[in-house]
C-alpha cells in the first residue's frame, strides 16, 4: 500500500491507487488548496502564518510540469496569498476574499463588485465592533467582513459571541447575507461567489480530461467539495471524529498531505 494508514475514505466509491493511475495518464492536472488550515499552519499573527518549507517546495516541482496547474483558494484577500507565497508568484493561480478577486498565472488581477446593499451592511456590521479593543482582529475584504477570534481570552470570545454574532446575524437575514462561522471566527459574507462557483468556473476552464482535486479544511470548502462531487476529488484536512462532510477523503495530519503531494509530483510529466 502507498498510502498511510489513517488516510479515512469518505467516500466508498473512490480508490486513492486508481486515482493516481489515472493522475499520470492525464494531460491536465488540477491541484486546488485552500490556504489557512490546509497547506498553512493557524497563528494568531495571521501575517506570518507560512506554509512549512516541505509544502512550499513540493509545489514548486509541482508548478514546473507542463501538465500541472496550481490554484489556491481562500477567504484571504488574493495579494496577502500572493504575499505569503512570494516562491511560487507567477507559478499559481490565486483567487482571494472566496473567490472574488482573481490572480492568474500572468499575474493579472481581476474582481467582481458585490451589490451597494452589500458594501452598506458590511459597513454596518464593522461599526457594530467599533466599541470592542479588537485592533488587528477585524478583516475587511471584497464581499464580506471576519472577525477573527484566535487568541482571544475566553471572556472576550463570549462577549463577540454573545453580541456581535447576533447583531451580525440580524444584518445577514436583512441583506440575503450569510454569518458564517470558520475555524478561528466569525464571518459575514455575500455568498453569492463562494468556494463552490470557483471550483465551477476551473471545471469549465478545464478541458474534458481535466484531473481535478481540491484540498480544504473547513467549512466554507464544503461549497468546492460539493460542487467536485462525481468530477473530481475533494480532501478534507480534519482533526475531528465523526466527521460528516462532502469531502470524499479526509487527511488527519500534516504528514498526509505531504505523502499525497510528494504521490501527485510524480505523477507529473516533465518539465515545461
Ligand atoms: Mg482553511
Known amino acids: 500500500m502507498n498510502h498511510p494508514i489513517s488516510m479515512k475514505m469518505l467516500n466508498p466509491n473512490i480508490d486513492i491507487d486508481t486515482f493516481f493511475s489515472n493522475l499520470r495518464k492525464g494531460t491536465e492536472k488540477i491541484l486546488v488548496l485552500d490556504y489557512d488550515g490546509t497547506i498553512a499552519p493557524f497563528k494568531v499573527e495571521r501575517d506570518k502564518a507560512f506554509p512549512d518549507k516541505k509544502i512550499v517546495d513540493l509545489l514548486k516541482k509541482i508548478v514546473k510540469s507542463r501538465d500541472c496547474t496550481v490554484a489556491i483558494v481562500s477567504g484571504r484577500k488574493a495579494k496577502e496569498i500572493a504575499r505569503l507565497l512570494p516562491d511560487l508568484n507567477n507559478r499559481i493561480e490565486i483567487w482571494g476574499s472566496h473567490g472574488w478577486e482573481h490572480i492568474e498565472l500572468d499575474g493579472s488581477y481581476s474582481n467582481s463588485r458585490p451589490a451597494p ?33 484566535r487568541g482571544l481570552e475566553k471572556k472576550e470570545q463570549k462577549e463577540i459571541k454573545d453580541k456581535v454574532v447576533p447583531e451580525w446575524k440580524d444584518i445577514a437575514s436583512a441583506e440575503g447575507m450569510s454569518l458564517v462561522r470558520f475555524n478561528g471566527g466569525y464571518e459575514l459574507r455575500d455568498k453569492s461567489i463562494n468556494k463552490g462557483s470557483v471550483i465551477r468556473e476551473i471545471i469549465e476552464k478545464s478541458g474534458k480530461n481535466g484531473i481535478i482535486c481540491y484540498i480544504g479544511d473547513d467549512s466554507t470548502d464544503e461549497d468546492a467539495f460539493a460542487e467536485l462531487k462525481d468530477r473530481g476529488l475533494s480532501i478534507l484536512i480534519s482533526y475531528e471524529d465523526p466527521i460528516s462532510s462532502n469531502a470524499d477523503v479526509k487527511f488527519d495530519s500534516m504528514d498526509e498531505l505531504i505523502d499525497f503531494l510528494k504521490r501527485w509530483s510524480r505523477a507529473c510529466g516533465g518539465e515545461r
Do not use: F, M, P, Q
Request: aromatic share 4%; hydrophobic share 40%.
Open 117 to 149: 446593499e452589500v458594501l452598506k451592511a458590511i459597513e454596518d456590521a464593522a461599526k457594530k465592533v467599533n466599541g470592542y479593543s479588537l485592533k488587528g482582529r477585524i478583516e475587511r475584504k471584497d464581499a464580506s467582513i471576519a472577525i477573527h477570534t
